[in-house]
């Protein structure tokens, strides 16, 4: 009797939960979408015809489109209500794993250390330094959170010491637009000098003589870093010593690690070309390295009386090093220094005054090779697994025999290390510390697995998970991806994914086409006219999980943002079915739009990676993927979309467009929302507790949909 009373209290907790959930859907069905004015316009190229019903939200002057915005962000607040306080929760719970008083490994740069630190309960860095010694007074470079004060955003993007270590250049952004104001203090009085450049794109060096700095200039429509000027300090007017005028490219200037040269580099995503200039001789002229060739990129190096140059030179495809004396170094003078090898793609190398540091990848793992100059020796530093990320980091001393790296895994915390390049001994400088006293890494699997492409490729995951997640076939799972640029997203930890890991869910990194993590030839096959082998790759990556078992449509979960964006966009459109719920983060969504316009920023430069849609060939093609223009009458799954209102690299108006247009045309009652951070930009918000306040919203959203509120 006892057993039946038990089963029936059971049985009425149940049908209570039940009936519970059935009146929180049916109060949130009574919230209505916000339902966006349809004005028609049309778009003509090459004949085709594209009718643009929500155009108008272009205009972010617009009040009409403010408060079209102001009520997707009301309606993502109804919706999400009953998740506020889980999501308070989960940003205490991220928070409390972090070390609030934490400080960075010093480095030793011209006589000073030089330290980054953290205080509790503030949100932005203290940069400091101290003269010789660690036990020397600290002088405060920048406490960016007194800089802060009253911008609801605050960027301090770099700053530089003038050799003489009294004047330092800095850069700040408070509108998360990327436009910088360059600025100069004077680390000995402590004030600002009046010399003051706006509209900046955030880096500068300085000459030898400790008055001239170079730095570069933005286009003020296009935000294409375009022209380097020379300021002089205490100068009304600065002299233009570069203009940028191929609107395909970019440009920037740094000074060589030896000190002795000031470097202009110009890129786009398949040409460079750098010039260069005696830091002792600010007003000399600028001379070329080696005229840009189309399809030729090479990076450049300096040590002693030569220049080691990283090229993919004579069908390189992976990269190979060369070297050319200073003074003649057009390329028909470079020389073979390390040959291109087919399967190692290089991608840095390190100068110090005895050794080279070569950064490789081979079958998608990171590896750092040590060579002496004089050829007596040469070793890689061993890594024991398929899931980490090994990287050198601060170098800036040459004379040492000390390299610094970083390495992590997906369940081992970061940790600084120096190694001694002549005795092979290495020193553990800092480990991520991961507070709260419950983490422990033998709690968590990580393992690499690949799977089988549609067109006979394999495409290799990285995931991770609690040992206690069984992988029945019913366990929720996270599937990341970027796959763009070349940018390869390597296996991390991170501490804010332990609150996905501990609730059972399953965390996996596709290294999709369009990335480099199988080299250079992986990058080259998911771009321009094979941009779809990126889709392909995460649809197939998905259709693995579910057919080995792993999880099921109605536990995986996808996530992008940026160009993986426009990832989400496609794959939710080729596939919706695979999916219960997607989150597409500042998405670029309106692709052939976009490349049709050359006043948005970063489009022209964009053309080698998309293709120009001026031809028709890439239209076509552009049209066939762009989520935006494919989004038909059908079922998608549960989405959540996020942007930020001054984006400058994926503007607002792609993702609201988007959203306007699923409302209006898919078929299902999943959720579709849209949360729009009205203060920020594309990299969203500034602070780094706040940051966390928009991942918690997003894992929200994800463990909602699984049922694991608690």
Not at 50 to 68: F, G, L, P, S, T
Not at 177 to 206: A, C, F, H, M
Not at 252 to 258: E, I, T
Request: aromatic share 12%; net charge negative.
């Amino acid at each position: 009797m006892a057993q039946m009373v038990k089963f029936k209290i059971v049985l009425l907790g149940c049908l209570t939960f039940a009936i519970s959930c059935q009146n929180q859907k049916n109060d949130m069905s009574k919230t209505e979408a916000p339902v966006a004015k349809k004005v028609p316009k049309e778009l003509v190229k090459h004949d085709d015809v594209r009718v643009d019903n929500y155009y108008w939200m272009n205009d972010r002057e617009d009040q009409e489109v403010i408060a079209h915005l102001e009520k997707e962000n009301a309606y993502y607040a109804e919706m999400t209500r009953h998740t506020k306080d889980f999501q308070s929760s989960l940003f205490e719970e991220m928070k409390s794993r972090i070390k609030e008083d934490d400080s960075s490994v010093p480095y030793k740069q011209n006589g000073y250390w030089y330290i980054t630190r953290y205080e509790v309960g503030k949100e932005y860095p203290v940069y400091s330094r101290k003269k010789e010694s660690l036990d020397a007074e600290e002088e405060i470079l920048f406490d960016c959170n007194v800089l802060a004060e009253g911008h609801e955003f605050f960027n301090l993007s770099s700053f530089s010491i003038s050799p003489d270590n009294t004047l330092a250049a800095f850069s700040v952004d408070t509108v998360s637009r990327r436009k910088y104001t360059l600025q100069i203090k004077n680390l000995i009085t402590g004030e600002l000098l009046p010399d003051k450049v706006d509209n900046t794109s955030g880096n500068s060096v300085w000459a030898d003589d400790n008055t001239t700095i170079f730095y570069s200039k933005q286009d003020d429509v296009t935000l294409r870093s375009d022209k380097i000027f020379k300021h002089k300090l205490g100068d009304a007017e600065d002299t233009l010593v570069y203009n940028e005028e191929d609107e395909t490219f970019g440009a920037y200037v740094y000074k060589s690690k030896s000190k002795k040269y000031i470097i202009i580099a110009s890129y786009s995503t398949l040409t460079t070309e750098f010039r260069t200039l005696k830091a002792s001789d600010p007003n000399g002229e600028f001379k070329v390295f080696s005229p840009r060739t189309r399809g030729l990129e090479y990076g450049i190096s300096h040590y002693e009386n030569d220049f080691y140059v990283l090229t993919n030179k004579d069908g390189a495809t992976n990269f190979k090093l060369m070297k050319v004396a200073e003074g003649d170094t057009a390329a028909e003078n470079w020389k073979e220094f390390i040959p291109h090898r087919a399967d190692v793609l290089l991608e840095g190398m390190d100068i110090f005054k005895e050794f080279y540091v070569l950064s490789e990848r081979k079958n998608g793992l990171n590896e750092i090779k040590i060579v002496r100059w004089d050829g007596s020796d040469s070793y890689y530093l061993p890594f024991d697994n398929e899931t980490y990320t090994a990287n050198a980091t601060t170098n800036p001393d040459f004379d040492t025999e000390i390299l610094r790296y970083r390495y992590n895994s997906m369940v081992t915390p970061s940790s600084i290390i120096d190694f001694n390049m002549k005795t092979q001994e290495k020193e553990i400088k800092k480990e991520q510390e991961v507070l709260g006293g419950e983490f422990d890494k033998e709690n968590y699997i990580e393992k690499r697995i690949w799977a089988p492409a549609r067109d006979g490729a394999k495409v290799p995951m990285s995931i991770v998970y609690h040992k206690d997640t069984k992988l029945d076939g019913n366990v929720p799972i996270l599937q990341y991806a970027y796959g763009s640029y070349g940018a390869t997203i390597d296996p991390y930890f991170s501490t804010v994914r332990l609150s996905l890991l501990d609730r059972g869910f399953v965390y996996a990194l596709a290294h999709v086409r369009g990335g480099q993590y199988l080299g250079r030839p992986w990058y080259e096959d998911g771009k321009l006219l094979k941009k779809k082998n990126t889709f392909n790759d995460f649809v197939d990556c998905s259709k693995y999980l579910i057919s080995e078992n792993y999880t099921n449509p109605e536990h995986l979960y996808a996530m992008g943002g940026s160009a993986g964006g426009l990832l989400m966009g496609a794959v939710v459109n080729m596939a919706p079915e695979l999916y219960n719920g997607i989150v597409a983060s500042v998405p670029f969504v309106d692709v052939v739009t976009t490349m049709l316009d050359d006043s948005i920023p970063l489009t022209t430069g964009e053309y080698d990676e998309w293709g120009n849609p001026n031809k028709k060939e890439y239209y076509d093609y552009m049209k066939s993927y762009s989520p935006y223009d494919q989004v038909a009458a059908k079922g998608y799954p549960n989405m959540l979309v996020t942007s930020g209102l001054h984006d400058s690299q994926v503007q607002y108006f792609e993702p609201a467009k988007w959203v306007a247009k699923l409302r209006d045309i898919k078929t299902d009652d999943n959720i579709l929302l849209f949360d729009i951070n009205m203060d920020t930009g594309h990299g969203g918000a500034s602070g780094r507790f706040e940051s966390l306040k928009e991942v918690a919203k997003e894992y929200a959203f994800l463990l909602d949909l699984e049922g694991k509120i608690d």
